[in-house]
Each structure stands twice: as C-alpha cells, then as structure tokens.
C-alpha cells in the first residue's frame, strides 16, 4: 500500500479571492521523482497542463523546469492575481501507485471550510474537476453537508457553477453571511482529453475549424476565471 501525502502546503494570501481546489498531485511529487520538465509547486506536473493554459491565456513565457525561477514565476502570477491554492486531500493511500482519484483509500482531508474563514476574501473556488467519486466538489459537497451547507445551482453549462451562502461565523451561525461561488471547471488533466472530446460544445467548436483540439478548448474555458 502506497502512503500518498500531499508535498504543498495550501498557498493563500491576505488578499486572495479565488481559490483553486484540486485533490492531489501525482505520487512522484510526494516522492521526489520530478520529471524534467516538472515544476516542484502546486500542479506543477508539465503532464496535467494547467500552468501551460494559464501560460497561453496571459503569455507568460513560463519557465518548465524544476529551477527555483520556474516556481517563483508561479508564485508571482498567482499573488498578482489574487489566487490560491489549497487542495482538498491530505493523504490518501493507494493500491496502485497513480494519480487516479478513484485508486485513493483512507483519505484525510483539509478543512477547506477552514481556510475560507480564515481568508474572508476568498469568494470563488475553482474545482480542477466536476462532481466524480473521489474528485474535489465530491469532497467539498461532503465537507459543507457537515455544517448544513449545501451548493445551488447557478448555471447547469459547462464548466458549472454553484453558490453556497456561508455564515461568517461557521461555527456560532451568525446572521452575517457571504455568498461564495464555485466553479467546476474541465480538468486540466490528459486523462479528460476523451470526456472533452464528447461536449456538444467542443464538437461544434471543432466542427467549425478543424484545427480546434482539447488544449484550445481548456484555454477558452479557463480565460474566464484566470
């Protein structure tokens, strides 16, 4: 049984207001087996391509490798941006030593709840996935069911949006509340390539200029919300 321990600590600052939610990063991040092109941060796997978006839509010129440059740029971009990080698993065990959400066993998570108030600016979460087993809305949707919370439905398109009413003081309930919105974006991940394929939207887009593929889709997605 492989012990999975996430390597990141959340990063969150004072200021920020949206916050990206993921669940972990592959095993070989906790292990120390960085690929070439890796960077040693959140979602730095040069595979799963969210940084590589997020280069596409602002032209960043971003370093992939694994310099201590290529983490401050990140770093950097996401202070600027007022964006943070705080994945939603811990630990989790695994059978098989893979990055897959469905292999994880025993899992521990974060208190996002937590974090949300403790940062009260934060006001949008962006799920790097939708509503699977084991995926980090999954998780969340659990985590809000524990203080009587639950999402409603904002917009049922993809990628889909919910909003929860959270009290400023989740513990005493006070009638100070604020209202946070989340959004479920496509995962950036190579392994949701076949699920984008299969969109209504992605086959219009690609019916209309054939050299459209799954990156170009991601990076239309996610200009909205980075």
Request: proline content about 5%.
């Amino acid at each position: 049984m492989f012990f999975h321990k996430h390597p990141y600590q959340p990063f969150i600052q004072e200021d920020t207001t949206k916050l990206i939610v993921g669940t972990l990063p592959p095993p070989r991040f906790s292990t120390r087996a960085l690929l070439e092109k890796d960077v040693d941060f959140c979602y730095g796997s040069y595979y799963n391509s969210l940084w590589l978006f997020i280069d596409a839509i602002h032209q960043l010129k971003l370093r992939f490798d694994n310099s201590k440059e290529a983490i401050e740029e990140r770093k950097a971009f996401l202070i600027r941006h007022k964006i943070g990080v705080c994945d939603i698993v811990e630990s989790a065990e695994r059978d098989k030593i893979d990055a897959s959400d469905l292999g994880m066993q025993n899992i521990k998570l974060r208190n996002v709840i937590a974090y949300l108030k403790q940062y009260p600016k934060i006001d949008t979460l962006l799920f790097t996935g939708g509503n699977s087993k084991n995926g980090p809305e999954y998780f969340f949707r659990r985590q809000l069911k524990d203080f009587g919370l639950k999402l409603e439905v904002v917009s049922n398109e993809i990628p889909r949006i919910h909003q929860f009413v959270m009290p400023e003081n989740t513990a005493k309930f006070t009638n100070k509340k604020r209202l946070i919105k989340t959004v479920s974006l496509t995962s950036a991940s190579g392994s949701a390539n076949r699920a984008v394929g299969s969109m209504p939207l992605y086959k219009q887009l690609k019916a209309n200029n054939p050299k459209f593929n799954t990156f170009d889709f991601r990076v239309l997605q996610y200009r909205e919300f980075f």
